[in-house]
Each structure stands twice: as C-alpha cells, then as structure tokens.
C-alpha cells in the first residue's frame, strides 16, 4: 500500500475531516504534555472521545461512520444471540457504532450496531475489512477509492466510493485491553516509525470513517468503476501534514 499526501484526498468534504482528526491529535499531545508526564511529541493518535458531532462540519455528518473493534461477545444485530469477536475466518471483528443517512441511504438499510462482515458480505465484504484490519496494524490514516457494491444489490456496479478511514484509541483507562496485533511499521519508514513509538500503549479501538459516493453514470468516476475485482481503486496509507 502506498501513501499519499492530504490534499490527494478526492473530496472537500473528506479533507476536512482529515484535517480535524489531525487538529485532535496535536490537542491530546498538548493535553499529555500540560499534565506532566514528561516529554512528549507534537501529536498523538486521537481518541474516541475527543471526537464530538457537534463539533463536526454538519456537510461531513451524513457521510460518517464509526467502528469499534469487538473486545468481548456481543449480540449480533441479526439475531440478537451472542457473536464472538472472531469471524469464521478467524479475523477479528468490527462493529458500526453510527452510520451517517447517506452512507445507510447508499447501504440499502441502516449498519447501525451490526458487525461489518454481517452488513458486508462477500468479496466486497473482504475488501474493506482488509482496509480495517491494515488501519489497525499500522495505525495511520487510509484512503480508498473503488467501486460501491451495496449489500442488496451486490451484483450491480452503481456508484463509486470515495472513502477515508482514520484511527482511534480507546480512553486512556482501557489502553491496554487484551489486543494481540501489534504496530507494523518496517515497510512505512521513519515517520511511521515515530508515529508508533510516540503512543505503543493505545492500540486503535475505533476507527472513524468518511465516505462520499460518486454516481456511476457521471464524468466524476476518477477511474475506479473498471471490470474486474472490486479492490482495483486506489487504496493508500495518507502522508502526514
């Protein structure tokens, strides 16, 4: 996976909030800094409850979406009975904690509180939690663009999707919840290598997410609408400012 700088982000609406996900993690260094716990660097993953809706661009809210990385067993959407927070594939799982009305819209029905590969299935399905779990390895930002395959209607290429997905920890008192995977950073050089030495005891809990969507019958296709497999968009690490 390659990396990219901010500004090749394909939407306004997606810069933004790259943009206030960063202004979050240069206040929690602050924070950390302001209470003496000694030296710290000028930014730091932010956390989930730094994130407050009220404080996003009411443009970005529809298209938002925030996953938590399951820890315990938990009731599945579907069918209310227990769900282990690994799949049948052994990957382990995410659930959508909000989904904005134009992503659910998109989707066909509402993700909220379901597990992503029960909202996602299939190829589709795999992709994105490919995106997830690489997020969650190397803790930065990732960008896609691809084709949109809505679970209903999966056999029918509509739209396009611009997609940003930004990591979170979790509050500081469950920083160090069991989480076996740790930062891989050997293949992302020296800034990703500061960047998992700044904070190795907030692995990502959540990841916060923007998604826009791009009609297919419109010149604004960006190239990612081609025959093929649904992971032939672009797919990168972002670059930090």
Excluded: C
Aim: a negative charge; hydrophobic letters at 40%.
């Amino acid at each position: 996976m390659d990396t990219l700088a901010p500004d090749a982000i394909g939407d306004e609406k997606l810069r933004w909030l790259y943009r206030h996900w960063r202004a979050k993690g240069r206040e929690r260094a602050a924070d950390e800094a302001r209470n003496d716990k000694g030296s710290e660097p000028d930014w730091l993953l932010p956390r989930r409850d730094q994130i407050d809706p009220l404080e996003l661009d009411p443009g970005i809210l529809p298209h938002i979406l925030l996953a938590e990385l399951v820890n315990d067993d938990l009731p599945s959407a579907e069918t209310g009975e227990a769900t282990a927070r690994y799949d049948a594939r052994g990957r382990q799982r995410w659930r959508f904690r909000l989904v904005g009305t134009t992503v659910a819209k998109a989707a066909g029905f509402d993700p909220t509180w379901h597990f992503l590969d029960e909202a996602l299935p299939g190829a589709y399905g795999d992709y994105v939690l490919d995106l997830y779990d690489r997020l969650r390895r190397f803790r930065m930002p990732v960008y896609s663009e691809s084709a949109y395959l809505a679970p209903n209607k999966s056999e029918v290429i509509e739209q396009a999707t611009l997609r940003l997905m930004l990591p979170l920890t979790g509050p500081a008192e469950t920083a160090q919840r069991h989480d076996s995977v740790k930062p891989e950073t050997e293949k992302l050089g020296p800034q990703a290598d500061a960047a998992a030495a700044q904070d190795l005891l907030a692995p990502v809990h959540f990841v916060l997410s923007g998604q826009v969507f791009i009609n297919h019958t419109t010149e604004e296709k960006r190239g990612v609408l081609v025959e093929g497999p649904v992971d032939q968009g672009l797919r990168a690490f972002i670059d930090g400012d």
